[in-house]
């Protein structure tokens, strides 16, 4: 799809700016959180604490934040209790949209995030209504300056990755959920070092919107929910061309 910007690259453009929000801190650590209280707080024995850290401290959290949070998971003076709940909707144009929470209030969650999607012309719907559309998968990133890829496909293929792949900024190994661990620390094993590890969701296809109006609150409401404090992660199957972003940048 040379050309298009899709939501992924959108939020790829904004993530240097986001990180330093505290928004964005607030996410990493309630991750953090909820993984020490599910693995507990050695991250050598807890994988998903691990890659909480890892993404955390690529953030710029601070080392005391990710302490702090840990001890929280762990149970150190903490009532904080936070439930990992997924929304599911269309925006303008028909795109669909998937949301990923935690929240320690499901009602007040529910309600800002049914409001975003009636401000911007779209609609919350029932679980399951898209979530059939996007593919849960690992996503292992690598810098193009630090690894050869040749070398990295034959491991990633030995370790039972699905895909490896060129993109724009680096070479992404694709893993099914349940191999994702496992070609990791893998990978790690064959001196191959990730920028980022995590799991994702991939549209099986996109929505090319071409109309400036609807591509404009398409990306309004993918921003507020972005933006919202119990919000993890959002994905969408919008591919919006790179001359409509820029009438709506405009």
């Known amino acids: ?39 507990g707080p050695d991250p050598a024995g807890n994988f998903r604490l691990r890659t909480a850290i890892e993404k955390a401290k690529a953030a710029g959290l601070p080392n005391d934040n990710i302490k702090r949070a840990i001890d929280k998971g762990a149970g150190a003076g903490s009532s904080e209790s936070y439930e990992e709940l997924t929304y599911e909707g269309y925006g303008a144009g028909g795109v669909a949209v998937f949301v990923e929470v935690m929240t320690d209030n499901r009602n007040r969650t529910a309600g800002d995030i049914r409001s ?67 070609v990791v620390e893998g990978l790690e094993t064959k001196g191959f070092k990730s920028v980022n590890a995590e799991l994702t969701r991939i549209p099986e296809n996109t929505i090319e919107v071409t109309d400036v109006q609807n ?36």
């Open 116 to 182: 975003f999607f009636t401000k911007f012309h779209g609609n919350l719907g029932e679980n399951g209504c898209v979530g059939w559309m996007f593919s849960p998968k690992g996503s292992i990133t690598f810098n193009k300056d630090e690894v050869d890829f040749e070398k990295l496909f034959d491991a990633a293929i030995e370790f039972d990755a699905e895909d490896v792949t060129e993109e724009d900024d680096g070479y992404k190994v694709l893993t099914s959920v349940e191999n994702f661990q496992k």
């Open 1 to 39: 799809m040379s050309g298009h910007s899709k939501w992924a690259n959108i939020k790829n453009k904004k993530a240097k700016v986001d990180s330093q929000r505290a928004v964005v801190f607030q996410r990493y650590s309630r991750e953090l959180i909820v993984a020490a209280r599910l693995g």
């Open 215 to 250: 591509a404009s609150w398409v990306v309004k409401l993918l921003e507020k929910l972005e933006e919202h404090d119990d919000v993890q992660n959002v994905y969408a199957n919008c591919d919006i061309p790179d001359e409509v972003m820029e009438q709506i940048d405009a």
